[in-house]
T-cell receptor, first 113, second 111 residues
Framework: DAGVTQSPTHLIKTRGQQVTLRCSPK?????VSWYQQALGQGPQFIFQ???????QRGNFPDRFSGHQFPNYSSELNVNALLLGDSALYLC????????????FGEGSRLTVL | KQEVTQIPAALSVPEGENLVLNCSFT??????LQWFRQDPGKGLTSLLL?????REQTSGRLNASLDKSSGRSTLYIAASQPGDSATYLC??????????FGDGTTLTVKP
């Protein structure tokens, strides 16, 4: 049973560029949430996707956008990258679109130079 | 706005000790509380999930308790081992699915 998978694991971008991160949820899960984790801090909620719609959003600017596909996989897009966007981006899957148990992937480490 | 605090930020204990990690939250209207473990540079591994109607959950040497009225949860680790060294995070979830995390407690268990 595959767990949550994320790609790429590491990437380096320069300021102003755009990045796309990908996530496949755990088998049987239909809800994907994205989190940003800065070094030494807890994860911060970006948004949640359920039934291909953004259901909830945290305090992040519109430069952060996402998408969920019919197979429940998801993408996180960040435009006009800033140095402060450097972080570990974590994808969590759950079931049913509400506050169920979260299962996380290994994350995508983004470095913005 | 929900705020989650974890104290202490770091803890060092000798192998074999029993220990307690603390998590407090400001809004008691939670759906569940989940404890995670995170190794350096890695993702989060779920340890225990406590639903809002429950008082505690146990898994092996781990026991987590929840007191919604006081906005507190504890994670008890029995007979600690060097392999328990990691950062432990708690997260409280709303019924809509948004989880708020604390900044974690970094545990070091010395052989």
């Amino acid at each position: 049973d595959a767990g949550v998978t994320q790609s790429p694991t590491h990437l380096i971008k320069t300021r102003g560029q755009q990045v796309t991160l990908r996530c496949s949820p755990k088998s049987g899960h239909d809800t994907v949430s994205w989190y940003q984790q800065a070094l030494g801090q807890g994860p911060q909620f970006i948004f949640q996707y359920y039934e291909e719609e953004e259901r909830q959003r945290g305090n992040f600017p519109d430069r952060f956008s996402g998408h969920q596909f019919p197979n429940y996989s998801s993408e996180l897009n960040v435009n006009a990258l800033l140095l402060g966007d450097s972080a570990l981006y974590l994808c969590a899957s759950s079931s049913g679109g509400h506050g169920g148990e979260l299962f996380f992937g290994e994350g995508s480490r983004l470095t913005v130079l | 706005k929900q705020e989650v605090t974890q104290i202490p930020a770091a803890l060092s204990v000798p192998e074999g000790e029993n220990l307690v990690l603390n998590c407090s939250f400001t809004d008691s209207a939670i759906y569940n509380l989940q404890w995670f473990r995170q190794d350096p540079g890695k993702g989060l591994t779920s340890l225990l999930l406590i639903q809002s109607s429950q008082r505690e959950q146990t898994s092996g040497r781990l026991n987590a308790s929840l007191d919604k009225s006081s906005g507190r949860s504890t994670l008890y680790i029995a007979a600690s081992q060097p392999g328990d060294s990691a950062t432990y995070l708690c997260a409280v979830a709303t019924n809509a699915g948004k989880s708020t995390f604390g900044d974690g407690t970094t545990l070091t268990v010395k052989p």
